[in-house]
Every structure is written in structure tokens, then in C-alpha cells.
């Protein structure tokens, strides 16, 4: 793969080089691109994917894979390039290829998540602009403030196209790619200027009076058209000369970088903690400002690093689940990503908000989910509790019924299912086995994260005649929400027509939903093998109501199989006091892999303890 891509990327790379030269760019900049562009935009892209792919395979916690090409393409031919889109291609190919590795791992359940840095703008070069490179204009002002030690330095020729390619061999690469290096003993008395894009740094041979600073700046400014030239004027403001004049950031900034800036709440800060770091400049120029050109000191048609709209947008693609800042903010900072990874990995020092607290400030609704988890075995034949308990937390449920759980059978890697998924959903539970084999155990649970309490758990009957049906049990649990006694049933009924109708009998007699302390709302949910249409749903609705069809804007749709989710055969019950407010199957990529059911969510509005009887 990577000798047939290496051969059509150096034919792109000729041709282009051969545009190049008719455009009168200069031949040995342009021939050196060729192998550069060949490097980064084809071998290490492949590299990546293949170590990616090992990592995958392996089962690493974290793999983090990192592609240049549409970087290294943008900068020599600009971000809207034909050649640039083409890397584009090639890295959403290498982005799919890494997502079906990540989904065929064996060790490990992968979240996949895809960010960008930066954007890059569009640029004019500034030594083509003005007929002479940024150094030759800071030499010229320097002199100009003091012409009793003039400061000559060689102009430094080139851009950043060649800096990672040295990376990729030893020192004939480097002989190849070579870096004008300047011995140290040179470089005393000699004004430095560290400018490889649209921002510069410039370092003063002798510390400089704030009137020597404000001079250079000004003209820089003013005789040399620099955009913008930053000096910091106190510990909560810069000073920015323009041509226009002097500007102070934060106060100007709507008219330095323009109102309709989309992160202009934060440039200002942003500016700030540059200009004052320990390797800042003593002056710090910008290549654009509202109104100009977005210009760049280096050689390139694309840049990045200034502040222009383009080059401080990025973009993320991430899991629903993930932890990301308030619904009040606008964007996402690159510290968001870092906190919602390390809250991922659970390395955050933060402590989380209380779930009850979060609740107790949303009002009187209750989150009730059923799942029919298939022993925590997706339809990949993997066993995955984790994934599980990210589909029940992407719903962030109150009540979880769960059947065909697990605790100790080798199909499941003898797992304590119940309680591992608790664990994991910081959830307390009650498991009831309907059926024992030696020491395996199989069969329902309750969990919440609200005070709770078991009230009864047992089997259900069987048909006498056929005494090799799989037994069947349910379980009656009291959750209590703001005060108020909710009574929740889970069960799992069996795949006989017959035994269903025993079985949903019992469940309505005084033993379940007759049961004396079966008293105020109820929620009946489970996986009851039978139609909105069959006996036994219609035996139940008699009684309670069924949840999707109490809600008038909602269709009721099907949860099982999960990949097509044509029947209806999981439901929630609810008795009268209790009113439906929202529906939700859940139908995420993970959630159709993970269990042949789909989760039935739903949404519950409890009464006023006064509005309702204490009677059964």
C-alpha cells in the first residue's frame, strides 16, 4: 500500500512542481518540496496508521495519532489548494481505517475521537509585499534608534516547509534540508527575530526603555506597514501600535480584531499570557488586524498560529457522552477537550455534582430506562460490560430494569454483571437470579442512584407440562424520589404464549402488583416477549398504561432486534398517577452493537404527594 501511494504522490509531486516552475517559484524551494511533501503527506501518514493499528490490536489505553499532511500541503500551496483537499482524502481514509480497527479490538471497547488543532488562513508573504523580509525592517529600526552599534544580521531566507522532514532521518536528510545555524559567539549584540508564520517574536540585544520599545514599535508600524507590534504595557494590558495608532488590549480589542471576531472574549487573555511568557519577545508582531490582509513573515501561501477567524477555529467530533462544558458556552477551548479527556480516563481532581442535587433542581421528573442486556454480549460476540454501562449513561436514566444478566457464568467470563455495571454507573442495585446452574447464576436487576429498597424478588411460574422452560422470575423494589414512594417491577417473561399468560397472571395477583406494599405510583418494566397486541399486554393495560402509547406525540416504535427494531416486545407500564412527559429508544451505532435490544427510555412526571390515594 505504501509503495503504490509513494508512487502516485511523487507523480503528483512532479507535476506539481512542474506548475511551479511555469509560475516562476523558485526551483530549488519547489524541488525540495517534492520529497518533503512525499514524507509527511504519504510515508508517515502510513506509519501512523499501521502503529495506530498495532496499538489497537494490543489493546493500549490511549492511541493518539497525529496527521500533518493537510498542514504541511496548506502552508506551501494555501488551505484551498486542489493539492491540500487531496491530503484531506487520504486522511479521512486513514481516519476510517483506524475506526474499524478500534471497533474489531478484542481487548479493549474504543471511543473514537476526532479534533482538529487550528484552521489556516489564506496569506500574502510579507517579503513579497514589501520587497524585503521582517528582519530587514527590524535591523533598519534598531539602527535607526541606535547608530553607534549597528545590527546586521543576514535576512533568514525560507519557511517552515523542510522543519519536519529533518525529523525523519539522520544527518544525510539534514545535510539535505540544512538549517542556517549562527555560532554562538555571533549572535551577541545581534537583534533576533523568531517569525515563522503570522506571529513574530522580536528579542533585543540589550534591555530596551518602554520610550526604545514604543519607538521600534512605532515604526515598524507606521514606515514598515507591520499590522501590528505588541508590548506589554502592565500586568492586565498590552499596548498595540498600529499605523492608526496605539491601541489597548482588552479595552480595544472589538476594534483591533473587529466585533464580529467569534472568540473575541478571549483573545485579549489569550495575547496576554503570550506576550508575558518567559521565552516571549520583547516585542510581539501580528500579521493581521480587522480590515488587512492576513499577512505572514514566513514562505507560505497558508499559515496559522495568528488570529484571524480561520486560523483559531478548530472542530471536534465526539461520543455523545463525553463531559463538555455548560450549554451557556459558545465554543470549546482546547482545556474543555483536555478536562473531558481526563474525566474520561478518570484522572479528574474535580469532584463530580451530585446526581440527586441535579435532579432535585429539575423538577419532579423521572428518568425510567428497561434494557435487555443479552448477558453483555453485543452482536460482535464480544462481552462488554463497560459498553453497556455507556449506553445506560449516555441516557443518564433514575431507574435502570436490566434482564439477562450474569454472575459467574463462563460465557461471561464468570463477570458479576450486575454489580460491575452498578459500580461503573456509581448506581446501588438488587439482582435476582431466576435460574441457577451449579454455581452460575442468570437474571434481573434494579438500579438507581436514589434511596432503595427490595420489597419482594422471586420466581414465576412455569407451565407443569413442559418442566425444561427456562424459569423465570421478577423483582419488586421502593425507590423513593423527593420524598415520594415509587414502586418499580422488573421481570423477564418466557417464550411460551401459555406460560406468558401464567406468569403475567401472578405479576397482577396480591403476590406482585396486589402486594401490600405495593402502594402509590408503580412502573412495571421489562422484556415480556409479547406484542402491544397480545393477551398479555392487554391483561396488563387493563391495569396500568403503556408508556408509548400514553404519550400523544410519540409513535411507538420497536426494540427488538436492534439492528431493524421491528418488534415491540420490551415495555414500561405505569399506573395512572403518573404522567408520560417523553419517549426514547435509543439507536446509536454503540447501542445497536452492544445487545440485541434496544433501551426503552422514558420520561415520568410524579404527582404531589396530596394528589394521590394511598389505597392499592
Known sequence: RIAGLFCLEVGLALRDFLRGQVKGHDFLTELK??????????????????GGKIDLSRGMPIVHINFLGYDEQSHRRGPSSRFAHWTLKGIDDSIARLWRAAHRSEWRNYEVWIHSDHGQAKVSQYSQLHGYPLQHAVEQCFDKLSSESPLARPAAKGGIQT????????KRVQRVFAVERSEDNDTDGVVKVAALGPVGHIYAPQPLSEQELHFVATELATRYQVPIVLTVESEQCLRATTSDGDYYLPKDAAKLFGAEHPFLDSLSDDLLRLCQHADAGDLVVMGWRDGLTPLTFADENGAHAGATPEETTGFALLPADVALPPAGSRYMRPHDLYQAALQYMRRTTSQPVSRDKVRATSGNELRVMTYNVHSCIGLDGKVDVERIARVIAQANPDIVALQELDLGRNRSLGMDQARLIARKLEMEFHFHPAMHLEEEQYGDAILTHLPLRLIKAGPLPGLADKPGLEPRGAILAEVTYQGQQVQVINTHLGLNSRERLAQIDSLLSEDWLGH??????VIFCGDLNAPPNSAVCQRLGARLQDAQAALASHRPAGTFPSRFAAARIDHIFVSSQLAVT????????????????LPLLVQLRLPQPETYSTDA
Open 33 to 50: 518540496f517534492v520529497p518533503t511533501r512525499v514524507a509527511i503527506s504519504i510515508v508517515l501518514r502510513e506509519l501512523c496508521v499501521i
Open 163 to 170: 522543519q519536519r522532514v529533518r525529523l525523519l532521518g539522520g
Open 516 to 521: 401490600p406494599e405495593c402502594r402509590g405510583p
Open 582 to 597: 417523553a419517549v426514547e429508544i435509543p439507536a446509536s451505532d454503540l447501542v445497536k452493537r452492544a445487545s440485541d435490544h
